[in-house]
């Protein structure tokens, strides 16, 4: 059974960069063609996909994102990692990590079949 699991601080100080890991059980990252996928919800809003990194390894961002995202993996230890840096308040949400059947590089392509349970980030002094 395919299981992934967020990890990461629940804190961050403004300005910094904000590192988040999703460990992925069940199936190998690199098999098939899937898309694994970074979003998060903030209070009072509608979850927002960030980016993404499909199986080959290409990968995929909110285009207003871009510049501050970066999304990598480790594929002898199976997870995916997300950097967000020069973080303000506003980035304070719960993030998630995600597997689609299909992606891109436009959030509506992405079809999720598998999810982490979320994780908390503050961003605060």
């Known amino acids: ?12 100080a403004p ?9 992925v059980s069940g199936v190998s990252i690199t098999a ?3 898309y694994y ?5 903030a209070p009072g809003k509608e979850r927002e996909w960030m980016g993404a990194i499909a199986s080959d390894g290409y990968t995929y961002y ?4 871009n510049s501050r995202t970066y999304i990598s993996r480790d594929t002898s230890k199976n997870h995916f990692s997300l950097q967000l840096c020069s973080v303000t308040p ?7 990590c995600a597997r689609a059947k299909k992606g891109g590089y436009s959030s509506r ?9 979320g994780t ?3 961003v605060s002094s």
């Open 1 to 12: 059974q395919v299981q992934l699991q967020e990890s990461g601080p629940g804190l961050v």
């Open 109 to 117: 392509q992405y079809q999720y079949d598998y999810w982490g349970p």
């Open 90 to 96: 506003d980035a304070s949400a719960v993030y998630y």
């Open 62 to 65: 909110e285009p207003y994102l």
């Open 120 to 122: 908390q980030v503050t």
């Open 37 to 41: 996928a970074w979003l998060r919800q």
């Open 15 to 23: 300005s910094q960069t904000l590192t988040l890991t999703c460990s």
């Open 32 to 34: 098939d063609i899937y």
